[in-house]
Nanobody, 128 residues
Framework: VQLQESGPGLVKPSQTLSLTCSVS??????????WSWIRQTPGKALEWMGA???????YNSPSFKSRTSISRDTSKNQITLQLSSVTPEDTAVYYC?????????????????????WGQGTQVTVSS
């Protein structure tokens, strides 16, 4: 399974960031799997943003105060993240990753070892 993130490298403040995770070698509708969006800034821990299940259910992290939206295109085998009202604090490397099932604890959403496949990440800079 391979995951590939894509999107604009530079976004202006107040705009909506849209990122796509293209999956190959496996289907995003395969039973039991969840597809997460996670970001990381230098010197900080992984920050889980939200996830979509194989059946289309979504969980979004409350930390983002409803700024996140996750959708999918099953015909293209893609998961899309939208982050609205971006600020320079949203500058980060954004990753998509796959995990099997729900975590036992909420902290599991951002635990690297609980994911079996990751994309290489895409750098997003928010600047005017």
């Amino acid at each position: 399974v391979q995951l590939q993130e894509s999107g604009p490298g530079l976004v202006k403040p107040s705009q909506t960031l849209s990122l796509t995770c293209s999956v190959s070698g496996g289907s995003i509708t395969t039973n039991s799997y969840w597809w997460s969006w996670i970001r990381q800034t230098p010197g900080k821990a992984l920050e889980w943003m939200g996830a979509m299940s194989y059946s289309g259910n979504t969980y979004n992290s409350p930390s983002f105060k409803s700024r996140t939206s996750i959708s999918r295109d099953t015909s293209k085998n893609q998961i899309t993240l939208q982050l609205s009202s971006v600020t320079p604090e949203d500058t980060a490397v954004y990753y998509c990753a796959r995990r099997r099932g729900l975590p036992e604890y909420a902290s599991g959403w951002s635990s690297r070892r609980e994911y079996d496949y990751w994309g290489q990440g895409t750098q997003v800079t928010v600047s005017s």
